[in-house]
């Protein structure tokens, strides 16, 4: 405004004091967030979650730290027998003589059945037929596998011979390149049954041996009963 003269008049504000009936400006950023505030009365404020959140992480980080890690486990290996007085091993893990530890079932099987095998190939390749290669590989074989095994695994090695033969000779044929392609089912039947019946003796005297050390070591290699 303007006087007269000519001059500004400077513009009065709105008294603020209560006294003479003015009324306080509220900003409006000030009434929002109060207005937020009040609408949400059960919410936490920001500051608070955030100091939730950040007070959260080292305590998962303590616990984390606080559970003792797990051993690995480690293989339980088989103990090894020990020897008794005089160098004599226990009497179901000897071999027929007691200064020998007797070797697992398996192993003594593999043995005959490899030697069993060498045979046969050896026989058919030189002569077509099974002869004295094959007996001797044979019957050692079953031998060796019924004195060297341990005294509690005699069942596998005194039963073997008959199956041995029985599947160790047709494989071998087999293998050999005989019966051919171009032959029937008749003649290939002939070709594999012939060994068979060749080593029946054989198969026979090797059963009845192994049998007999097998009875022996059972009988002379009881357990000793206090």
Same mark, same amino acid.
């Given at each position: ?89 226990? %009497? +179901? ?6 200064? !020998? @530890? #007797? =070797?697992?079932? $398996? ?6 059945? /490899? ?87 054989? %198969? +026979? ?6 049998? !007999? @050390? #097998? =009875?022996?070591? $059972? ?6 009963? /206090?």
């Amino acid at each position: 405004m303007t006087d007269p003269a000519g001059e500004r008049t400077p513009r009065r504000r709105p008294s603020t004091d209560p006294a003479r009936g003015g009324t306080p400006r509220q900003r409006s950023g000030a009434s929002g967030k109060s207005t937020r505030t009040a609408a949400e009365p059960g919410r936490p404020p920001r500051s608070a979650r955030a100091g939730g959140k950040a007070g959260g992480a080292p305590a998962t980080a303590r616990s984390s730290a606080a559970k003792p890690a797990k051993p690995a486990s480690e293989p339980v290996l088989p103990e090894r027998p020990e020897r008794g007085a005089g160098g004599q091993w226990p %009497m +179901a893990e000897r071999s027929l003589l007691p200064s !020998v @530890l #007797g =070797l697992p079932p $398996i192993a003594a099987v593999g043995i005959a059945v /490899a030697l069993t095998a060498i045979g046969v190939l050896v026989d058919l390749t030189r002569s077509g037929n099974l002869g004295t290669v094959f007996t001797i590989c044979h019957i050692t074989g079953c031998v060796l596998a019924v004195v060297w095994v341990r005294r509690k695994g005699l069942f596998g090695p005194m039963v073997q011979p008959p199956l041995l033969v029985a599947a160790t000779v047709p494989v071998v044929v087999l293998m050999s390149g005989s019966p051919r392609p171009g032959q029937g089912v008749a003649e290939q039947l002939l070709v594999i049954g012939a060994p068979l019946v060749n080593a029946f003796p054989v %198969m +026979a005297w090797a059963t009845g041996t192994v049998l !007999v @050390l #097998g =009875l022996v070591r $059972i009988v002379l290699q009881r357990p000793i009963t /206090a």
